[in-house]
């Protein structure tokens, strides 16, 4: 999975999320304009991101959403309960898609129906409020449609026009059926739009997978060549395919509203077709096969079947039959009863009726079912009713009969309409009944009786009201969602809690983790003062050594704590980073200069303080570098570089500290021009400008007020690049140091500590007072014997190892009035720290252990000592002031 | 090219692209007596489809591509 995705699913939860709490919010307050809009947002944002990938199913749902939230929000559609229900519905369905792409990395192809099935619900709301009028359309429309995935789910209902299939092309395909393989039919209908969108139905339709047949047929009969619009699409696809239904799904995933699939049973292929010959004359065979197969006799059968078939005339219906016949005996032995139906079908060359191989659900229905709409069900319905009406009237001279013939004439039309043939008998018997009669009362049986029946027949009363027709199409929807099985939707969020893999949390909450395992630490180191105590004071050692085994326990899980709660914090440098492509380019082009970033290390990690910190020096490095370090390119050429400088980046992780390392191959800088600068600004002084070496000269572009720049650029030369790099740096406990050889290049390393909480110090005493010296500036610690300490002016000096080291006393720094004690032995306390390049001892009056400490800054009127760099609770309980060195000295 | 118009006969070679219907529409409403050769086709667009569909032009040549003929005539061989 990649970074972008990950960051899309965890954006897409929160987005989730947000609607439904607006979609609450706005159910009690559904004027909230405000609420509205930020829900549009959320909506919209979703969709737009959901297109970076390649999930149709869940961009058209949102697209649906995010269309009806532009509605409501123009207010050309009201809020209402049932919009919000059917939101959260499709945020649910989002929510699930989701799930799956976490899950398996991308959607299956079965949510298609699904997702058409939600965006054409939520749409259906937009039109609802234009004209009342459309609703009833609408709804039909929506009826229809699940009336259609009903159909496609559980088997079919109209019968499919499979006698247009090439009799070859059936047999073909039912041989490929018996040998396990489904088959599906599929009608294509594409938007009539579809050409402007760049789609090309025919080829989708000829590369469906699995394709056996396929045709295409005009929606509508044609205008004239004049009036024709050639990129309007009218044409209707219909195939008949072996692919897997998911294949299927998956091929037809971004048209899944345009296709209706159809599952064909084997059998229902098994349809003779041919020239009749002058009506059915072969009833001495059908007696004949029909007593071998009542015997069991399929061999005789089957000679008996193709010596008919040599002496018909291939074209024949007959053969045709026949041909069947034997194939079906040849695939399916054991269904007898098929072969039964086709012989019986010879009587009277209809084809046989393969229905109960099929759930007809309303096949026998005076409902018209069959390619009607149900705004035409409906008014077929009005219209018996009407029949029903007139046929109660009283009969009462001889021309009212004219009624009940127009009645039978409206009510076979009905029929006729409806694909009800087989009750066209019926009826035409109950009309002959009444008119002989001379009263209406046959036909009003027949038509009751009929309309019983249709009832009977379908356990969803059709003929009913639109109410119930809607209540029906709810059902229906169950009934899909149930028949697939495998769809979760329709359960609440809630009901599936998504586990999501990352947090985001509020960083406060992270500082006071960290502030509590701070508090941690610092009570742990209470233990080991406990242990002395115990020894000590009330004498149990065995006690004093339980407590110090248990200390290490509780050390050793606090230790790991912090670790993890560091991580938390841990953030990759790759955040700082990002933003030097585009610098590096502007910057370079305005410059005129040819530069190529190369960026290393992107992924190590460091506290995120530290890493925030980073920015602004690298920034100013980085300029720095681009505006002084490199030549143009002319310049470069005529110096045997490359025309291109190469400013690489790299960031590396060294025990416990982050290396940031900036350099380019520009033409470096040159110590004597440094030197010649500072000593003419008064940076250093005469003796400084000869003594100098040439490193710690190039270092002196770190000192404040410096530049080399004649004229100020926008870009640098202000004097304040490097020195507040070092500054930035410095606070967060990091050093710089820069390298540089004329003519080759520049390089600057920045070295930071991994995390800022935990400081090491050591701790040292001076005048009964403990101060704390962070571990960073310690050098070492040595007793010096008194007497090896010389006075030079005022100052107070001492020899270590060859060098002289100036020594100070901490007492004087901090303004104590107390002169450093000595030991035993007369030796003073020294604790040499390094000040940049210098070492400087300080006199205090012991040395006690190193520790772990959270340092605190301080805060309030103690903020303005820079004598501190912060405080810190020790284990006793005490406070520890931890000394700013590099102020006091 | 490929559409080719002859005098009474369009020829239509390789893929024949949605651009191409336009065009198509108009030259057959000029032509009362128009034949099509479609031996040379291996695809056309729908939109041309279409046209062929509505305008009934005799098709003197079927697709030598016998998936592409099928398709073509089950639309205009009815």
């Known amino acids: 999975m990649t970074p972008l995705l990950e960051q899309f699913l965890s954006e897409a939860r929160d987005f989730l999320q947000g609607i439904g709490e607006k979609l609450m919010q706005l159910e009690n307050d559904p004027g909230n304009a405000e609420l509205m809009t930020e829900l549009f947002r959320f909506v919209h944002t ?148 579809c050409f402007f969108q760049g789609d090309d139905p025919f080829f989708q339709a000829r590369n469906t997978p699995g394709i056996l047949w396929g045709n295409i047929t005009a929606r509508q009969p044609w205008p004239i060549l004049a009036e024709m619009d050639a990129y309007r699409c009218v044409l209707d696809f219909h195939l008949l395919t072996a692919a897997p239904r998911e294949e299927l799904d998956e091929y037809f995933r971004y048209m899944p509203d345009q296709v209706r699939m159809v599952s064909v049973p084997p059998l229902s292929l098994a349809l003779p077709d041919g020239k009749h010959n002058g009506g059915p004359v072969y009833e001495d065979f059908v007696v004949h096969a029909i007593s071998l197969l009542g015997d069991g006799r399929l061999e005789g059968l089957g000679r008996a079947a193709r010596t008919m078939l040599d002496l018909s005339k291939p074209d024949l219906w007959l053969s045709s039959a026949l041909r069947w016949l034997l194939l079906v005996m040849e695939l399916e032995p054991e269904n007898q009863d098929a072969f039964g139906a086709l012989i019986k079908s010879l009587r009277h060359l209809v084809p046989p009726q393969w229905g109960e191989h099929q759930q007809e659900i309303s096949g026998k229905s005076l409902a018209p079912t069959n390619g009607l709409t149900s705004a035409e069900a409906e008014a077929m319905t009005a219209l018996i009713t009407v029949q029903r009406n007139i046929l109660t009237l009283p009969i009462e001279a001889s021309w009212q009969l004219g009624r009940i013939k127009a009645a039978a004439a409206t009510l076979s039309g009905c029929l006729k309409a409806s694909g009800d043939l087989a009750a066209l008998p019926g009826l035409e018997a109950a009309t002959a009944n009444a008119l002989d009669e001379a009263a209406s009362t046959p036909l009003l049986t027949w038509l009751d009786d009929k309309l019983e029946q249709t009832r009977q027949a379908t356990p969803v009363p059709k003929i009913e009201p639109a109410t119930l027709v809607v209540d029906s199409s709810t059902e229906a929807v169950q009934a899909v969602s149930d028949a697939e099985g495998t769809s979760k939707f329709g359960q609440r969020a809630e009901d599936n809690i998504a586990s999501p893999k990352s947090l985001k949390v509020d960083q406060t909450k992270i500082d006071r983790l960290m502030n509590l395992i701070g508090e941690m630490v610092v009570s742990k180191n209470a233990l080991p003062y406990l242990a002395g105590r115990a020894e000590t004071v009330f004498g149990v050692r065995e006690l004093s050594r339980e407590i110090k085994a248990q200390y290490a326990v509780i050390n050793r899980i606090a230790e790991e704590m912090q670790d993890a709660i560091m991580q938390i914090r841990m953030m990759p440098v790759s955040f700082v980073f990002q933003r030097f492509p585009r610098l590096v380019r502007d910057t370079s082009r305005k410059l005129g200069k040819e530069v190529n970033l190369v960026l290393e290390g992107e992924e190590t990690e460091a506290d995120k303080n530290i890493i925030e910190s980073l920015g602004d020096p690298l920034v100013h490095i980085v300029r720095n570098s681009l505006d002084h370090g490199f030549e143009l390119p002319e310049v470069r050429r005529a110096a045997g570089k490359p025309a291109a400088g190469t400013l690489t980046i790299r960031a590396t992780q060294e025990s416990d500290r982050v290396v940031i390392e900036v350099s380019d191959d520009g033409k470096g800088i040159d110590p004597t021009v440094i030197k010649q600068k500072a000593y003419e600004k008064g940076l250093i002084d ?105 006075t030079i002016k005022s100052s107070q000096v001492t020899v270590l190892r060859g060098c002289i080291v100036p020594l100070k006393s901490v007492n004087t720094l901090l303004d104590i009035d107390a002169p450093p004690k000595a030991n035993d032995e007369d030796e003073l306390a020294v604790l040499v720290v390094r000040i940049g390049d210098e070492s400087v001892g300080l006199l205090v009056d012991d040395f006690h252990e190193t520790m772990d400490i959270i340092l605190k800054p301080m805060t309030g009127m103690l903020a303005g000592l820079s004598t501190y760099s912060g405080s810190a609770l020790m284990g006793d309980g005490s406070v520890l002031m931890v000394l700013n060195v590099k102020e006091i000295l | 090219m490929s559409i080719e118009y002859k005098k009474n006969l369009v020829l239509f070679t390789d893929v024949v692209s949605v651009e191409d219907a336009e065009p198509l529409l108009e030259w057959l409403q000029k032509k009362s007596a128009a034949r099509v050769d479609l031996s040379a086709c291996t695809h056309l667009h729908p939109a041309n489809l279409q046209v062929l569909m509505a305008a009934k032009p005799v098709i003197s040549a079927w697709p030598t591509d016998i998936g592409l003929a099928t398709w073509l005539k089950s639309a205009l061989e009815v």
């Not at chain 1, 209402?80 to 898609?97: H, P, Q, Y």
């Not at chain 1, 799956?100 to 298609?112: D, L, P, Q, V």
């Not at chain 1, 039912?174 to 088959?183: E, P, S, T």
Request: aromatic letters at 4%; charged letters at 25%; a negative charge.
């Open chain 1, 46 to 193: 979703l969709k737009g991101n959901s297109g970076l990938f390649e999930f149709p199913e869940m961009t058209r749902v949102l697209h649906a959403g995010e269309d009806l939230m532009d509605a409501v929000r123009h207010d050309q559609v009201k809020f209402s309960k049932e919009l919000a229900d059917r939101l959260l519905d499709a945020m649910d369905f989002v929510g699930l898609l989701c799930d799956e792409i976490e899950a398996t990395g991308s959607i299956g192809a079965t949510h298609a129906v699904d997702s058409a099935r939600l965006a054409a619900s939520l749409r259906e709301l937009i039109v609802k409020v234009d004209s009342p009028a459309a609703v009833t359309a609408v709804v039909a429309a929506a009826l229809l449609a699940t009336l259609a995935k009903t159909h496609a789910s559980s088997g079919e209902v109209e019968p499919l026009p499979l006698v247009d299939i090439p009799e070859s092309v059936r047999m073909d395909a039912y041989r490929h059926a018996c040998n396990g393989v489904a088959l599906h039919w599929l009608d294509y209908a594409p938007e009539e739009e």
């Open chain 1, 686 to 790: 005469e003796a400084a400008l000869e003594r100098l070496s040439d490193q710690e000269a190039v270092n002196l572009v770190f000192a404040s007020g410096f530049s080399t720049m004649e004229v100020v650029s926008d870009l640098s030369g202000r004097g304040v690049g490097m020195d507040v790099v070092r500054t930035a740096v410095e606070k967060v406990n990091g050093t710089v140091v820069l390298e540089s050889e004329k003519g080759k290049g520049t390089r600057l390393r920045l070295s930071l500590p991994l995390s800022m909480a935990v400081t090491n110090v050591m701790i040292v005493e001076s005048d009964g007072q403990i101060f704390g010296i962070p571990m960073d500036s310690v050098v070492e610690t040595v007793r010096v014997p008194r007497n090896a300490i010389r």
